[in-house]
């Protein structure tokens, strides 16, 4: 890693939680400045954090290289404008999984300028790491329409 390399992944340890922030700080401690990277970004992703576009700007110029990262970097709403919600765990993902096709089915990301909402197919598979999930949008009108590619990017195309 560079040194204003470093400085971003400062950055990037400084929004995550204490324990996520060690785990990525554990592979730059053994030589694996990648991998720390892309493991800081991955747990921002995880966790839909907010940043800002300089912020978004500094990463990708920093990991211009790993298409990990870059990725991931969608799943982290902007900080100034927020396109969507992380509605995972929360009441409002619990209602409107009530809507979705099957129980198993996980609300995900709302979009705030539009009913609609993006959803994970559950599948064990996913649930090892073994294979992505499989995404949908619930629709206005309550219909569903698969999701091929990232998910983010349909949800995000009212705004435009």
């Known amino acids: 890693m ?12 400084a929004l995550l939680p204490a324990e996520q922030a ?3 700080r554990d592979y730059l401690d053994h030589n694996e400045s990648a991998l720390a990277f892309e493991t800081a970004v991955d747990h921002l992703s995880e ?14 110029e920093a990991a211009a290289s790993s298409k990990r990262v870059l990725d991931s970097l969608p799943y982290c709403p ?34 705030n300028r539009c009913p609609e ?14 294979v992505p999930y499989r995404q949908g949008i619930l629709l206005a009108d309550g ?15 009212c705004w435009l």
């Open 2 to 13: 560079q040194p204003w390399d470093e400085t971003v992944f400062d950055e990037l340890c």
């Open 22 to 24: 060690a785990d990525a």
């Open 47 to 60: 966790e839909s954090v907010p940043i800002s576009a300089a912020l978004r700007g500094r990463i990708a």
């Open 78 to 111: 902007d900080v100034d404008r927020p396109r969507w919600r992380k509605v995972e765990d929360t009441m409002e993902g619990l209602e409107i999984g009530e809507r979705l096709p099957s129980p198993v089915d996980v609300a995900w990301l709302a979009c």
């Open 117 to 130: 909402v993006l959803f994970r197919y559950d599948s064990q598979a996913a649930l090892m790491g073994k």
């Open 143 to 157: 219909g569903v329409e698969e999701v091929v590619g990232r998910g983010v990017d349909r949800l995000e195309r």
